[in-house]
T-cell receptor
Framework: GEDVEQSLFLSVREGDSSVINCTYTDSSSTYLYWYKQEPGAGLQLLTYIFSNMDMKQDQRLTVLLNKKDKHLSLRIADTQTGDSAIYFCAESKGNFNKFYFGSGTKLNVKP | DAGITQSPRYKITETGRQVTLMCHQTWSHSYMFWYRQDLGHGLRLIYYSAAADITDKGEVSDGYVVSRSKTENFPLTLESATRSQTSVYFC???????????FGQGTRLTVV
């Protein structure tokens, strides 16, 4: 909703790196988030980045933020079959800092 | 149990019927949200609430109503269900404006 955009599908081989991209709309968004949804489940927060940061690393996850281009990416190193899921980026903006989500990227990891 | 729970998990209803989806959270979070998830659209905001008795519409609110008489509960009602409201519905809550949102497990609603 609200024009947070992601590509719909990504397929990688086990052990490779995955990069999921997102463009968001509001340069004043304070936090940007990555959520993971496994089949039949709700969304779980994977990581987030504060808008004054360019990069955040958390174990196998690296988030890059380009505020000028309003571009956010999530890199998963050494992708495993358990990483197969739908990944949503989200920005928090407007009254009450509501969450606006992208359409989700379905990551398929082939053994 | 601590957390955010939705009920029912699955519901089949007929066109024209009124349906209420329940959401309950145990953290006393101020902010609560309802989203629907449809293929190709991601999650779209239906309604949100900043506190008890404070609610407002999201981007796809037509045909839905909410109430929030108690902080912990945020029921979503479909006044007269239509087939286009077949979807997976997620409730979420957050404590403050900049913290993460916690999601329920979802309710899969089918309108026949």
């Amino acid at each position: 909703g609200e024009d947070v955009e992601q590509s719909l599908f990504l397929s990688v081989r086990e052990g490779d790196s995955s990069v999921i991209n997102c463009t968001y709309t509001d340069s004043s968004s304070t936090y940007l988030y990555w959520y993971k949804q496994e089949p039949g489940a709700g969304l779980q927060l994977l990581t987030y980045i504060f808008s004054n940061m360019d990069m955040k690393q958390d174990q196998r996850l690296t988030v890059l933020l380009n505020k000028k281009d309003k571009h956010l990416s999530l890199r998963i190193a050494d992708t495993q079959t358990g990483d197969s899921a739908i990944y949503f980026c989200a920005e928090s903006k407007g009254n009450f800092n509501k969450f606006y989500f992208g359409s989700g990227t379905k990551l398929n990891v082939k053994p | 149990d601590a957390g955010i729970t939705q009920s029912p998990r699955y519901k089949i209803t007929e066109t024209g019927r009124q349906v209420t989806l329940m959401c309950h959270q145990t953290w006393s979070h101020s902010y609560m949200f309802w989203y629907r998830q449809d293929l190709g659209h991601g999650l779209r905001l239906i309604y949100y609430s900043a506190a008890a008795d404070i609610t407002d519409k999201g981007e796809v609110s037509d045909g839905y109503v909410v109430s929030r008489s108690k902080t912990e509960n945020f029921p979503l009602t479909l006044e007269s269900a239509t087939r286009s409201q077949t979807s997976v519905y997620f409730c979420a809550s957050r404590g403050t404006v900049d913290t993460e949102a916690f999601f329920g497990q979802g309710t899969r609603l089918t309108v026949v």
